[in-house]
């Protein structure tokens, strides 16, 4: 089972990298920021967010000991920060000067690696903070890296579609074409496994692509034939591009979070599906396990993060056990689910009241002003109006994800519009927000971020009254 135990809500733009350590878990975004979070509440850290990159945060990354983390950027820096306090420890510049796709700590920590746009890749010494060595792939962009749990090679993926072994020495060991369209992403087993013959060691690891496909493969490591990558099988379940996958730290589960929407945790060892989980509204941009606890966090496009738990457990902090996938919509809440639904609200002075006036998932979403006012003597205006506001998001969001057809929806906002424009991209979106997408978002497409040939935007009438059309149909 698969219970959602919380939902953070702060950057203010897609989610594109999230990542745990033994007590927090941090997450990066377009916005040029990282979060930190406590696990034991999943309250932001004071010294959140942290800022300093230019442009967007690609990646960020825990060393094994949780005491530092790593970020990188388009803005061609690679940033180690204290997770103590926040405090910049080094900024580590790509000497190429290209964008920063992705980096990732060694095992022991000795060793820090940073792939680039322009398919260069660097392993920096973590104690002297200097380049240790540096290589680069033939074509592409590195997107994706891994270490092996022993720390004698790493993997990087590329845009070309390769996946490239190193030693650390930076040698190419092996190399295979994996993903026709380009990696988005590997990881390699913390659990390495052993055929019974002398001298051989297997290494499960996982990619993904813009193929669709989930790979998996056994890198075999020989004294006497060096570092072989084998192809080993391909996991069906996604219906679009997957941009993200990742190993539990028992290597019993695989994650992977697509295009499609949906994240699909996978049991590698017999290809089974074990939980599909389709709450972002969005792409799914990566996927992360917690190393001590039975926690998955996804983040997406739509600028969430989505924390799970795995297996048997009570909800976290303010979430309500409806949260599971299996739970169904707030209609079936219980008593329970809408007294931790309030406290996610900010409104946890009312837990009582509603208690004592048995307001279940039914009773909350008929609530009106009146009922407020007369049955649940809530005499502050204020509140009132916050509680409806609350209310109707709720109202909104079941009939959303239920009924309204995605060409109704701005693409931005993910909400039903009701004055849709067309941009000079050829997609409808909101006025309100697609004007001010064009104000602060430098003037690209939000579907394609290719830029506008035109800011002007043209009511789309036939669309507006097709909705108002489905609206009628809804009411009958």
Same mark, same amino acid.
Not at 389 to 418: N, W
């Given at each position: ?11 203010? +733009? ?59 950027? !388009?803005?061609? !820096? ?9 405090? /910049? ?28 746009? *322009? ?19 033939? =074509? ?9 749990? =022993? ?17 650390? %020495?930076?040698?190419?060991? +092996? ?47 020989? +004294? ?17 591009? /997957? ?41 799914? !941009? ?18 969430? /993060?989505? /924390? ?51 307001? *279940? ?44 057809? *995605? ?17 000079? +991209?050829?997609?409808?979106?909101? %006025? ?45």
């Amino acid at each position: 089972m698969a219970t959602l135990i919380h939902t953070l809500a702060d950057h203010s +733009d897609d989610v594109n990298y999230c990542a745990f350590s033994p007590s927090c878990l941090a997450t990066c975004s377009l916005d040029k920021t990282i979060r930190v979070y406590s696990l034991s509440d999943f309250a932001e850290l004071p010294y959140s967010p942290l800022k300093g990159h230019t442009y967007a945060v690609h990646c960020c990354c825990f060393s094994p000991s949780g005491r530092v983390l790593a970020s990188c950027s !388009t803005d061609g !820096t690679t940033r180690l920060w204290d997770a103590g306090d926040g405090r /910049v420890l080094a900024v580590l510049e790509q000497p190429s000067g290209s964008p920063v796709r992705v980096c990732r700590f060694s095992p022991e920590s000795a060793y820090l690696v940073s792939g680039a746009a *322009d398919g260069s890749a660097v392993l920096w010494n973590v104690q002297s903070l200097t380049p240790s060595r540096s290589g680069s792939v033939k =074509d592409g962009s590195l997107v994706a890296c891994a270490f092996s749990p =022993d720390g004698s090679f790493f993997v990087t993926g590329s845009s070309c579609g390769d996946l490239t072994i190193w030693d650390d %020495k930076m040698r190419c060991l +092996d190399t295979a074409k994996a993903h026709d369209l380009g990696v988005t992403c590997c990881d390699i087993s913390s659990q390495p496994v052993s055929d019974g013959e002398r001298g051989l060691r297997h290494f499960r690891m996982a990619s993904c692509g813009q193929d669709n496909q989930i790979k998996l493969w056994l890198i075999l490591v020989t +004294d006497f034939l060096g570092v072989e990558l084998k192809y080993k099988c391909t996991l069906e379940g996604h219906s679009a591009p /997957v941009l993200a996958c990742a190993f539990s730290c028992d290597g019993r589960m695989l994650v992977s979070g697509s295009v499609d929407k949906c994240v699909i945790v996978h049991e590698p060892s017999t290809g089974n599906t074990l939980h599909t989980l389709s709450r972002h509204t969005r792409y799914v !941009t990566t996927c992360a396990f917690a190393p001590r606890r039975p926690l998955l966090a996804t983040g997406s496009m739509d600028k969430t /993060v989505t /924390v799970w738990q795995l297996g048997p457990g009570q909800p976290g902090p303010g979430q309500p056990a409806a949260g599971s996938e299996c739970a169904g919509t707030a209609e079936d809440w219980s008593e329970d689910d809408v007294a931790a639904w309030l406290r996610a609200q900010d409104l946890a002075a009312l837990v009582g009241l509603f208690r004592r006036n048995n307001i *279940d998932g039914k009773e909350l979403l008929g609530l009106t002003r009146e009922s407020l006012r007369n049955d649940l003597k809530i005499e502050s205006l204020g509140l009132r109006s916050k509680v409806l506001r609350k209310v109707e998001e709720l109202r909104t969001k079941a009939m959303g994800s239920a009924a309204v057809p *995605d060409e109704f929806v701005c693409p931005i906002t993910r909400e039903l519009m009701k004055e849709p424009v067309i941009a000079a +991209d050829g997609y409808s979106y909101e %006025k309100e927000a697609m004007e001010n997408w064009i104000t602060n978002k430098r003037r690209t497409s939000p579907m394609t971020n290719l830029p506008l040939a035109s800011l002007m935007l043209t009511p789309n009438r036939t669309l507006k009254m097709a909705i108002g059309r489905w609206l009628e149909a809804q009411q009958h």
